[in-house]
């Protein structure tokens, strides 16, 4: 049977034969003596069949890469992470490119220049950190003129703008060839893909199609996924938008809840108590209200009083007029303009938020106005007890049953016992009246100034209590400690209170003349020397002209003669009782009342001058 020239080699292409296996023909023939036509004829057959044979390498070949194309761009339309994807697309065309090395840069706007992003087989770290200006190395002139690039041998191609930091990093890595294809967003680069290899071998057409169309579906994805998180940027920003509103719906709604309580209390005519039990309803914690002085107004915690630290934080936020914190409490100024009443502290250990401030910010304005509406009910009080003070200290009003009977309605019983204190009305005079006005009010009393004084009659008391108790009470008003004068107590009206307030305003009088002021001195205390002093006389002068000349002796020579003139009126002239007294000698006191004698003169133990001498002895004892 005789075959059919050619048969050979399609036979060979439907088995997809080795390129050597074409040879076979070719070889059978010349052996078994085939002419120089027929030889022809196999030879072209061959040369046809091989360039079929290259076509359908081709074809397979495009296919594999086509689909490797299709699968990459299913795989980062999977992606979501842009780190994640453009590791996947480095590394897809490291494969697809057979390159031994693959990396991807990125334009950077803000700098004008192109850095590495990822890379994938590279191992010098000078290679992974360089940064290429728009223009130098191959990727520079890819990311500047938009156009794919390829060189065998990159060091040899002087189609490139050659840099020392670029040729350094491309040498110490070992790389030869090199290809770089723009990453295109519409006409925008923004980015450059590579494959590279370290031998010195040309990339072909195939393979800039292949790495351009890979740089198209990368290009592609990288914006799909920057979209992607752009959108969910923004969702998770919605989201925390719509959270923060519904918060600030919350507080807005506490806000006016808290704003109806606090409204409420007014309106009925609540007080300070009530707004504290309204805060802690509503912020939770323990609600303090103090005065600038740290005493407590109105309390949620009756067992615990405001540490050192709340009260020197309460200072602050009031002296500052703005809130202060301090661990697991927040302190609030209560004032009303100018008008300073103290502060609001919250006990509370979580933190307030912005909305919860302003609700404590508001219970402290409520609250200022409600002290500052006590205070003027208590000043239109405290005039018509300091009206009835006058009247009572004046005798303007002689009908003492009036009088008991404008005390009645005050809640004060004018017959029972009261002690009266005259002090002095220094500093502030309307804060210290007004101060001392509710102190003596809350006691069932009155306090008002009366003839360049601040008396005050309180019941119940001793007159030394009662003087204690209004200097205590005046004493946050920052004035200094004040002279008082007290007398009483005294029982049967109108008439003894007069008279209880003569006897405390000349005690006064002789306490300041005496020079001891920041004390309290009854009339018991005083004597007939206070009677004497009421007047206000000049105690030193007196003295001075009295006993002057024995008070510089024994100042001078450090003697005795004043303990000795004083032991002598004491035992009633008597020389030997006094000595007796003084532990001397008879003759010792003899030569003292000499010496004193020579002094003052023989005529000092005349009766009307040894009365001036034992009394200026006695206002001596008391000023020292």
């Not at 119940?460 to 400690?481: K, M």
């Not at 004193?596 to 040894?610: D, N, T």
Request: charged content about 25%.
């Amino acid at each position: 049977m005789t075959r059919v020239p050619g048969l050979e080699f399609l036979e060979l292409l439907a088995r997809d034969a080795a390129p050597i296996e074409f040879e076979g023909p070719l070889v059978a023939a010349r052996a078994s003596g085939a002419d120089a036509d027929a030889l022809h004829e196999l030879q072209r057959a061959k040369v046809l069949a091989l360039q079929v044979r290259e076509v359908l390498e081709g074809r397979r070949r495009r296919e594999a890469e086509l689909s490797a194309l299709f699968e990459t761009a299913s795989d980062l339309a999977a992606l979501n992470d842009v780190d994640d994807m453009l590791r996947a697309i480095v590394h897809r065309a490291r494969l697809l490119l057979h390159s031994d090395v693959a990396y991807l840069s990125l334009n950077d706007e803000e700098h004008g220049d192109t850095y590495m992003r990822v890379t994938e087989g590279i191992i010098a770290p000078s290679f992974k950190a360089v940064r290429l200006p728009m223009g130098a190395g191959l990727g520079g002139l890819v990311a500047q003129t938009a156009t794919p690039y390829a060189s065998a041998d990159y060091f040899r191609d002087e189609r490139f703008d050659h840099t020392d930091t670029i040729d350094g990093a491309v040498a110490d890595e070992g790389l030869n060839a090199i290809l770089g294809v723009p990453l295109l967003l519409g006409k925008q680069v923004i980015g450059v893909l590579y494959a590279a290899n370290r031998e010195r071998q040309p990339f072909g057409q195939e393979a800039v199609a292949l790495l351009v169309s890979l740089a198209a579906h990368a290009a592609i994805a990288i914006d799909n996924t920057r979209l992607l998180a752009e959108t969910q940027l923004a969702l998770n920003q919605l989201e925390s938008a719509s959270g923060l509103l519904r918060q600030r719906t919350a507080s807005v709604e506490r806000a006016a809840d808290a704003h109806d309580r606090l409204t409420r209390i007014v309106l009925r005519g609540g007080g300070v108590d009530d707004v504290v039990h309204e805060v802690r309803a509503v912020l939770g914690g323990e609600v303090v209200v103090t005065d600038p002085s740290g005493a407590v107004i109105a309390s949620t915690d009756e067992a615990t009083r405001p540490s050192d630290e709340e009260l020197s934080a309460a200072r602050r936020a009031l002296g500052r007029s703005r809130s202060a914190d301090g661990p697991g409490f927040f302190a609030t100024p209560v004032v009303a303009g100018d008008d300073q009443f103290g502060a609001l502290l919250l006990r509370r250990a979580a933190h307030l938020d912005q909305a919860d401030r302003q609700i404590l910010e508001r219970s402290a304005l409520v609250t200022a106005l409600l002290l500052l509406f006590r205070r003027g009910v208590a000043e239109a009080e405290a005039r018509v007890r300091g009206e009835l003070l006058e009247d009572l200290l004046t005798g303007t009003d002689r009908d003492p049953a009036g009088l008991r009977e404008r005390a009645r309605i005050l809640g004060a019983d004018l017959d029972r016992p009261h002690a009266v204190v005259a002090t002095e009305l220094v500093g502030d005079r309307t804060r210290t009246a007004q101060a001392a006005a509710y102190l003596a009010g809350t006691r069932g009393g009155f306090a008002a100034p009366h003839d360049g004084r601040l008396v005050a009659i309180l019941p119940g008391l001793s007159p030394r209590e009662a003087a204690t108790v209004l200097l205590d009470g005046l004493r946050p008003l920052g004035n200094r400690r004040l002279t008082a004068g007290a007398a009483g107590p005294a029982s049967g009206g109108p008439a003894a209170i007069l008279a209880a307030h003569d006897q405390a305003a000349q005690c006064l009088d002789a306490m300041l003349a005496l020079g001891r002021t920041g004390e309290v001195a009854t009339s018991d205390d005083l004597g007939f020397v206070g009677l004497l002093l009421g007047a206000g006389k000049d105690v030193g002068a007196f003295v001075r002209a009295a006993i002057g000349p024995v008070l510089d002796y024994d100042t001078k020579r450090r003697t005795k003669l004043v303990g000795t003139l004083e032991a002598y009126f004491r035992h009633g002239g008597n020389l030997s009782r006094t000595a007796t007294d003084l532990h001397v000698h008879v003759n010792t006191v003899t030569q003292r009342l000499e010496r004193v004698s020579r002094l003052l003169g023989e005529q000092w133990q005349e009766p009307e001058r040894e009365l001036e001498v034992q009394l200026a002895l006695r206002l001596h004892r008391l000023v020292r």
